[in-house]
């Protein structure tokens, strides 16, 4: 029996009836991103318990071990970095991003696709705010589809590198969970990291939508103190 509670058929008729009126080669294409997400979901998981497993002792020599592959490969490849202290729903942001990027065959990973994978996480704070504010999902979808640059002309293979802002952001939102004395980077701070990048299509996209650093701020500051007190 699979240890996940997904099947090759279950992927494949979710995608058939997604897009039941494309050909085969669009269907193709389709299968290829969803497959490259996947993968990125893959390598996020790994990370997860990888880190978990440093903070419980293991050396690089048994984290390589586990992994089948030399000490040297292991911690090369899954030193803490940029989304150490992100959560698994701010995880799950950045990867709908990069298939948002894809989606739209754009060589690079905007602080707009960022905007779109906090949308595509219902779960998490973000989209709680973003909803609130704006009275709909949809307001904010279609603020960030007119913003969004066109698409390319052919889909990318292998990684995509964040553009400078996006980096900024990510940066911010350590600052703003910094600032606001959690020891996490939630959903919560990302969108407070993306209208602190002041310069980045997102931070225009949320000034448009109403919504202020300041004001923004305190949003997240009054919601997490109440999360914190029904926990």
Same mark, same amino acid.
């Given at each position: 029996?699979?240890?996940?509670?997904?099947?090759? @058929?279950?992927?494949?008729?979710?995608? &058939?009836?997604? %897009?039941? &009126?494309?050909?085969?080669?669009?269907?193709?294409?389709?299968?290829?991103?969803? #497959?490259?997400?996947?993968?990125?979901?893959?390598?996020?998981?790994? &990370?997860?318990? !990888?880190?978990?497993?440093?903070?419980?002792?293991?050396?690089?020599?048994?984290?390589?071990?586990?992994?089948?592959?030399?000490?040297?490969?292991?911690?090369?490849?899954?030193?803490? @970095?940029?989304? +150490?202290? %992100?959560?698994?729903?701010?995880?799950?942001?950045?990867?709908?991003?990069?298939?948002? @990027?894809?989606?739209?065959?754009?060589?690079?990973?905007?602080?707009? $696709?960022?905007?779109?994978?906090?949308?595509?996480?219902?779960?998490?704070?973000?989209?709680?705010?973003? !909803?609130?504010?704006?009275?709909?999902?949809?307001?904010?979808?279609?603020?960030?589809?007119? #913003?969004?640059?066109?698409?390319?002309?052919? #889909?990318?293979?292998?990684?995509?590198?964040?553009?400078?802002?996006?980096?900024?952001?990510?940066?911010?939102? $350590?600052? @703003?969970?910094?600032?606001?004395? $959690?020891?996490?980077?939630?959903?919560?701070?990302?969108?407070?990291?993306?209208?602190? #990048?002041?310069?980045?299509?997102?931070?225009?996209?949320?000034?448009?939508?109403? %919504?202020?650093? &300041?004001?923004?701020?305190?949003?997240?500051?009054?919601?997490?103190? +109440?999360?914190?007190?029904?926990?």
């Amino acid at each position: 029996m699979s240890p996940l509670d997904i099947s090759l @058929a279950d992927l494949i008729a979710r995608l &058939d009836e997604e %897009f039941s &009126d494309a050909n085969e080669l669009a269907r193709v294409s389709e299968a290829r991103l969803r #497959a490259q997400t996947l993968s990125d979901l893959g390598d996020q998981l790994i &990370d997860h318990y !990888v880190t978990k497993a440093k903070r419980t002792g293991a050396s690089w020599t048994e984290i390589g071990d586990a992994l089948g592959v030399s000490k040297q490969a292991a911690q090369q490849r899954h030193t803490p @970095a940029a989304f +150490e202290r %992100f959560t698994n729903l701010n995880r799950h942001g950045i990867v709908l991003a990069q298939e948002a @990027a894809r989606t739209h065959k754009h060589d690079f990973i905007g602080t707009e $696709h960022m905007l779109l994978g906090l949308l595509g996480e219902p779960r998490g704070l973000a989209y709680e705010v973003l !909803v609130e504010k704006t009275g709909s999902e949809q307001r904010v979808r279609d603020a960030i589809e007119e #913003a969004m640059p066109p698409a390319g002309e052919k #889909a990318l293979r292998g990684h995509i590198p964040f553009r400078p802002e996006s980096k900024e952001a990510i940066e911010q939102a $350590h600052r @703003a969970s910094a600032d606001l004395g $959690h020891d996490w980077v939630g959903t919560e701070h990302t969108l407070l990291g993306l209208i602190r #990048a002041e310069d980045s299509p997102a931070a225009q996209i949320l000034r448009v939508l109403g %919504f202020t650093s &300041d004001e923004l701020h305190e949003t997240v500051r009054t919601e997490t103190a +109440e999360r914190t007190r029904r926990a």
